[in-house]
């Protein structure tokens, strides 16, 4: 699975990062998230799932 972060739409509440911070990291200075791997592991797809499902502008975007 693969993930990205639509950059337009990202409020920088940091929620993806707190549900999954193996997958998501918080830029400092652009104060939005960003995504860590190329490819989601497979045992941390539940948890990015759920941080998509959070996330309340639909910044996130789970690819197959």
Do not use: W
Not at 22 to 38: A, I, K, M, Y
Not at 52 to 58: H, L, N, S, T, V
């Amino acid at each position: 699975m693969k993930v990205r972060i639509d950059y337009s739409l990202c409020m920088g509440d940091q929620n993806c990062h707190k549900v999954c911070p193996e997958v998501f990291d918080f830029d400092e200075d652009q104060l939005q998230s960003r995504v860590r791997v190329d490819t989601v592991p497979a045992h941390l797809e539940d948890e990015v799932r759920q941080a998509a499902k959070d996330c309340a502008p639909g910044a996130i975007i789970v690819e197959a």
